[in-house]
């Protein structure tokens, strides 16, 4: 039942964008958090004894480009190029899945060097920030997978470009406060 | 006119047809934001009894010195649960009732924007409260107060299971709760009918919008700050732990900044059911209609810049302090507004003291009396004496009763007849408003004075001979006498059902969209989709005409005000679904999970998983109703 649109854009659509705004306030009370804590430590390791910069720097720009394959995902599908939309799309998902291993690589590593998760402040506010942008990426990847195996069956054409667009506005979104995680955590260590 | 004159109009619907048929799996599956709003009325008014009942026995605990009716433990559990009931299993679910009954009616529209996320909200809620008070047989209630401060909430001073159950049934809850911001955001925004500008709607409906926003900016710390206070008790981690380094007032910021715009949350929208009752009832239009909406606006945009209020007797600093005071003091000017405008519009009407109408003026007086002592306390110095003593108790629990809960009863009188096509009874009514009025005041108006001398709250007992007896006295008496008071209430609810008169479409010759439907209004709503010209649409044509208000002509008539019997195209609406619910009762599991089992948190997922699939591939509709 979709309505007629009092403001010229879909319910959907409007829908992600409201989400995105909330999300922005659930962020930035983590990152909040993060800040205020930097530097507060009693106990190490501490943060520059850790933090790999050139590793996260590659799987940063592995995130960055899935966001590029998902713009060119959105364009093959609105062009109703549907093999280009598949390849695009698995590759978008595929590059979030890489991000996702670096950073399971990365937690392993702090937890072996001695950073367990109840180890000090930044064990605390790093972890959490860190794994609830992880968990948005591992939703993203399920529901990209997911127009993935649709757009292999045949369910996706061009009638489905918003749903394509909407999915976009996600990831996008998730990048977006990756690069802001980025630079608070590693690039102001 | 009387109501069965009204009968004659188009709004004759049986009350036990149309909207109330079927059983109970076409309630479990209904995606209909009227039945919605039915299911969130009755669960959150059982919530309301249970926790009336449970500051019914705070009172009767403190209704003499040195009682020993309670022991300390079982009281502290007793006032949390109390608090964290109302606010969040009564207080906000009865506002989203309404909304759901009313916003789409009131906009033209058909449903919300997102009819099955709307259900996924209602069961979240149902689940999570469910969840607060399975803590009750295991005996493990919460007892951190509904504001669980830390370190007390952590899992050092607060071990047991008490405060997990609050952080995950909050959290479960909070999740439908955003749910249902964006989906009601999406609805007010988008979803108008053609002509219903911004500055046409209906005042309830642009209160429920800022309160959309209000949720969506301000759950989202709170559930940042239950997440850390899940993880330091399960998990060790240090967000609140001095020792090592952090700051224990995070968790009164995170809470606050949050706890504040909550507030608002649950006043503005019965702000907006007085703003319909009044005009309604007083024959006039909303006077100076943009400054009450726009005084909303300030209430709300001010209310995230307060939150320190709470917190002056942590010793943030004088200059804090006075900043967060004096914001504080700056709110009482567009509530003053609203008060006033409230006032200039009964002024000069031709008032009708209906049941509905005599709440909204309890609100009016009772509101003024709870602000009145909010002012007061937003002075730090006036404050230290005061924070934590009854006297802020009688403060919230003015604003909180004689603001959101006469507000939401006036509502109920007001739209009862349009969910149920039946008249409830003035004179229970007016007995139900009068014993509510006198008890609440008999209740809380003596803490006033037991808060000055300096009673503290959530202290079990008090010595004798302090100057507190009597007053203490009163105020359980009050508590009896309110309790007493649902007495006519549900009689009334009662009576109605079964052998109310006939409404009709629009028993209150009211302004708004909703009362041009049948009552109850038919499964699509509205059989055409209306179009708006102007604010108080059923009111102005026959004012400018000359022939008084909407109502009092043409009977079964066919103008524009009133919609035809059948829709004269196929409508087509969203079908029932089951999956918000299987969605449901997947987060419950892993909810329940969390407590201690990794296995139930994962087939709790996998439950969640198999709804949000079974929800994405189903088509939303199939032929036209």
């Known amino acids: ?189 | 006119m009387t109501a069965s004159e009204h009968a004659l109009d188009n709004g004759d619907a049986g009350v036990h047809e149309g909207l109330y048929a079927g059983g109970i799996w076409s309630w479990v599956t209904t995606v209909d934001h009227k039945r919605i709003g039915i299911l969130y009325f009755l669960t959150s008014l059982v919530f309301l009894l249970v926790a009336g009942v449970e500051g019914q026995l705070l009172r009767l605990q403190l209704a003499r010195p040195e009682n020993r009716f309670l022991d300390p433990d079982l009281y502290n559990q007793l006032f949390t649960m109390h608090g964290t009931t109302m606010v969040f299993f009564a207080g906000m679910p009865l506002i989203v009732a309404f909304f759901n009954f009313v916003v789409p009616l009131q906009i033209g529209a058909r449903d919300v924007a997102f009819p099955r996320l709307n259900a996924l909200s209602y069961w979240l809620f149902l689940f999570a409260g469910l969840f607060l008070y399975s803590s009750v047989p295991l005996r493990a209630m919460p007892d951190g107060g509904w504001f669980a401060y830390m370190p007390l909430t952590s899992s050092e001073y607060s071990p047991g299971l008490g405060m997990d159950f609050y952080v995950l049934s909050l959290l479960l809850a909070g999740i439908g709760t955003i749910a249902g911001g964006v989906n009601f955001f999406v609805t007010i925004l988008n979803m108008r009918a053609p002509g219903m500008r911004f500055m046409r709607l209906p005042l309830f409906t642009w209160m429920a919008l800022i309160v959309s926003v209000l949720i969506l900016l301000a759950f989202p710390p709170f559930t940042v700050g239950l997440v850390f206070m899940m993880f330091d008790r399960s998990f060790g981690t240090h967000f609140f732990d001095a020792a090592a380094g952090a700051d224990p007032v995070l968790w009164q910021h995170l809470f606050w900044v949050f706890g504040h715009p909550e507030v608002y949350i649950l006043i503005l929208p019965a702000f907006g059911v007085v703003s319909d009752v009044i005009p309604a009832f007083s024959r006039k239009s909303l006077f100076g209609y943009p400054v009450v909406v726009f005084s909303g606006i300030l209430i709300a945009f001010l209310g995230f810049g307060v939150w320190v209020h709470h917190m002056f007797s942590v010793g943030l600093g004088p200059v804090v302090n006075a900043v967060f005071g004096g914001a504080t003091m700056l709110i009482a000017i567009p509530t003053g507004i609203k008060i006033f405008n409230w006032i200039a519009t009964m002024w000069g009407g031709q008032i009708r003291f209906n049941t509905p109408m005599l709440f909204a003026i309890g609100l009016v007086g009772s509101f003024t009396i709870g602000g009145l002592s909010g002012v007061m306390h937003a002075s730090p110095p006036a404050d230290l004496q005061q924070t934590d003593t009854y006297f802020v108790v009688a403060h919230f629990h003015y604003v909180l009763i004689g603001g959101t809960v006469f507000g939401l009863f006036s509502g109920l009188y007001y739209w009862f007849p349009k969910a149920t096509g039946r008249m409830l009874s003035e004179a229970l009514g007016k007995a139900h408003f009068w014993l509510t009025f006198i008890a609440f005041n008999v209740t809380f108006f003596p803490m006033h004075f037991s808060g000055l001398l300096g009673m503290p709250r959530r202290t079990f007992t008090y010595a004798e001979g302090l100057g507190l007896d009597v007053f203490n006295l009163i105020s359980t008496i009050g508590a009896f006498m309110f309790t007493f008071a649902f007495i006519p209430l549900f009689l009334n609810l009662w009576r109605a059902w079964r052998k109310g008169e006939p409404a009709g479409a629009n028993p209150w010759d009211a302004p708004t969209l909703e009362w041009t439907v049948s009552s109850p209004p038919p499964h699509y709503n509205f059989a055409v989709i209306p179009t708006v010209d102007r604010r108080d649409p059923l009111w102005h044509p026959h004012i400018e005409v000359g022939l008084g208000w909407a109502g009092e002509v043409e009977p079964g008539g066919v103008s524009p005000r009133v919609q035809p019997k059948e829709p004269p195209e196929p409508v087509h609406m969203p079908d029932p679904s089951y999956w918000p619910l299987v969605m449901g009762i997947g987060m419950l599991v892993m909810t329940a999970g969390a407590l201690g089992s990794l296995g139930v948190v994962l087939l709790g997922l996998a439950v969640t998983m198999l709804g949000l699939f079974g929800w994405a591939f189903e088509p939303s509709e199939s032929g036209a109703h």
């Not at chain 1, 829908?15 to 909040?32: D, V």
């Not at chain 1, 910069?53 to 995902?73: D, G, K």
């Open chain 1, 1 to 189: 039942m979709e309505g007629p649109s009092s403001t010229g854009v879909s319910n959907r659509k409007l829908a992600m964008w409201t989400f995105i705004g909330s999300e922005c306030m659930l962020f930035g009370t983590l990152i909040a958090t993060y800040l205020i804590y930097r530097g507060r430590n009693v106990v190490g390791p501490y943060p520059d004894e850790l933090l790999n910069i050139p590793f996260i720097t590659v799987t940063t720009f592995v995130l960055l480009m899935s966001s590029l394959m998902m713009v060119l995902a959105l364009a093959a599908i609105e062009r109703n190029d549907l093999k280009k939309t598949k390849i695009w799309l698995f590759m978008t998902a595929l590059f979030g899945l890489i991000f996702l291993g670096g950073q399971y690589y990365e937690f392993n590593h702090f937890v072996h060097e001695g950073l367990p998760l109840s180890r000090n402040l930044f064990s605390s506010t790093f972890f959490v920030l860190t794994g609830t942008h992880g968990g948005h990426v591992a939703g993203g990847v399920i529901w990209l997978g997911t127009l993935f195996v649709r757009a292999t069956q045949g369910k996706l054409d061009a009638t489905h470009a918003e749903t394509v667009e909407i999915a976009g506005l996600y990831w996008h979104f998730v990048d977006v406060i990756w690069i802001v995680l980025f630079t608070l955590i590693y690039l102001l260590v």
